[in-house]
């Protein structure tokens, strides 16, 4: 028996940014067990530093999808389809606000601010799902990532916390949805780690050592901690898990 989980099996990746994004650490991950992986690139400007990672992966589908454009999501499904016939995963890794509403305090964030966190960082998960599950006649795994400031009032989160709390109800509520197709849906929590996105959050190096100190080994998750994680979901070693929230955090979760 091969020691390859993902041998044969085909996922999308949508929210690679560049070699330290979260979605990149599942990507290689994956590869590693054999998948084969279609990358998407927000547009021009991201995609000279997202192109050598897809090149290094070996991705057989490179497109570009900015999930507020329309047609672009459907682009990608439709290529899909021409290309492989059927997808077995898909990793959801996006999350937008825009800065001043994010640093403001939540009674202070606009309405625009609102709807943009929540179409992109919730609603694009849902309609990325409606678009995958037709590829999907044998059953599949779909995975996004969530943060504790969805559960908890934690830091400078603010209104992504409100939007994170939101994708991880639409985890559940799709998971039975689509449970009727073997379709598995699934959110992972990691703790928080140094990456482009993690940038715009106010005060995030405190942050960063802060939960350092709350972690109960003292030690910060990683982008191959993630990776794991996600290679457990995306393969059959969780074929009966299905509308859970999972921690990659050291505990962090857990400590009062």
């Known amino acids: ?20 994004s979260i ?8 590869k590693e067990h054999g998948a084969e992986l279609a990358i998407t690139y927000l547009n021009e400007k991201a995609k000279r530093f997202v192109q050598p990672l897809a090149e290094e992966l070996g991705a057989s589908i490179f497109m570009p999808l900015d999930v507020t454009v329309p047609g672009e999501m459907a682009a990608v ?5 021409q290309q492989w016939g059927s997808l077995d995963g898909v990793i959801h890794s996006l999350a937008f606000c825009p800065l001043d509403d994010l640093h ?29 599950k037709a590829l999907m006649p044998n059953g599949g795994s779909m995975i996004n990532f969530s943060y504790l400031g969805s559960a908890l ?10 939007a994170k709390a939101s994708l991880e109800a639409a985890t559940r509520y799709l ?25 715009g959050i106010k005060d995030f190096d405190a942050m960063l050592e802060y939960n350092r100190h709350r972690a109960v080994d003292q030690l910060l998750p990683t982008t191959e901690e993630v990776g794991g994680a996600a290679l457990y979901y995306l393969s059959d070693l969780s074929r009966g898990v299905t509308g859970t929230t999972h921690y990659v955090d050291h505990g962090v979760c857990i400590v009062g």
């Open 77 to 81: 499904f439709a290529e899909i389809k």
């Open 23 to 30: 979605a990149y650490g599942c990507a290689k991950k994956l």
């Open 104 to 132: 403001a305090p939540i009674s202070e964030c606009s309405r625009e601010g609102f709807l943009q966190a929540m179409d992109v960082s919730c609603y694009s998960f849902i309609e990325m799902a409606g678009m995958a």
């Open 1 to 20: 028996m091969s020691d390859l989980f993902m041998a044969g099996k085909k996922v999308l990746i949508v929210g690679i940014a560049n070699d330290k």
């Open 175 to 199: 998971a039975r949805d689509l449970g009727p197709q073997h379709i598995r849906v699934n959110c992972i929590s990691p703790g928080t780690i140094a990456t482009r996105a993690a940038g």
């Open 153 to 162: 009032a934690t830091g400078d989160y603010n209104i992504m916390g409100c």
